[in-house]
């Protein structure tokens, strides 16, 4: 595997299950990222973490848990979720070193649907 | 705060015309600037990049970008459109060496044979 993997693809699930979305960069990278990308909306950040603590979390409801076990891998752990959390979850990782601004590079997506 | 706009959330153009994306932002400091492209059922892969230096930035698949801070733009241009263009594109604005990325809502680029 190159580059950062994400899976599921696609995930249907209802309002009362939990689930997981999982991402892993084989990129050597030191930190990650969760966007969520809606229909004719901007791509929101969500979480952000770097050397694996979360540094950033936008105001994001509390049935969105994030966790980073370790740099290669990080999960969004879903659950009670809303029919408006439908979306494309996008993962990203870059290298940050100071003040030096570094390409993020994302992976395929998770295509959610809640019914 | 920063912010990005994409005019035209659609740009049809035909195969071998010039290609015109506009991106204007706002940000209180100068910023770095960035162009992603998304094609159907991939992620975002990056075109281009400004952070300091020369204000014409060029890009992979031909794509190039110049920033004009007077007119605080960064729109993308391709002389000549190939049907392997179609896809959508976004513009992104950071000011912080951290990559706190705040992203426009995209322009689908259609071209047509």
């Known amino acids: 595997e190159t580059g950062v993997t994400q899976t599921p693809r696609h995930l249907v699930m209802g309002m009362t299950n939990k689930k997981s979305l999982k991402c892993e960069q084989h990129?050597?990278?030191?930190?990650m990222y969760w966007y969520k990308q809606s229909a004719k909306k901007p791509l929101e950040l969500m979480f952000v973490y770097s050397l694996e603590e979360r540094v950033e979390n936008n105001s994001v409801p509390s049935r969105f848990s994030p966790e980073c076990p370790n740099s290669s891998h990080l999960f969004l752990h879903l659950h009670t979720l809303q029919p408006e959390d439908s979306a494309l979850y996008l993962c990203a990782s870059s290298q940050e070193s100071g003040t030096r601004t570094n390409e993020q590079f994302f992976g395929p997506g998770t295509r959610l649907t809640v019914l | 705060a920063q912010s990005v706009t994409q005019l035209g959330s659609h740009v049809s153009v035909s195969e071998g015309a010039l290609v015109l994306l506009r991106c204007n932002y706002s940000s209180s400091v100068p910023p770095y600037l960035f162009w992603y492209v998304q094609y159907p059922n991939q992620g975002l892969q990056l075109l281009l990049k400004?952070?300091?230096?020369?204000?014409l930035v060029k890009g992979i698949n031909g794509f190039e970008a110049e920033f004009k801070k007077s007119e605080t733009s960064f729109h993308l241009t391709k002389p000549s459109a190939h049907m392997s263009d179609a896809a959508e594109y976004f513009c992104a604005v950071s000011n912080t060496g951290f990559q706190k990325l705040v992203f426009g809502t995209g322009t689908r680029l259609l071209v047509s044979p």
């Open positions: 400004y952070t300091t230096g020369a204000t």
């Open positions: 990129l050597g990278h030191n930190a």
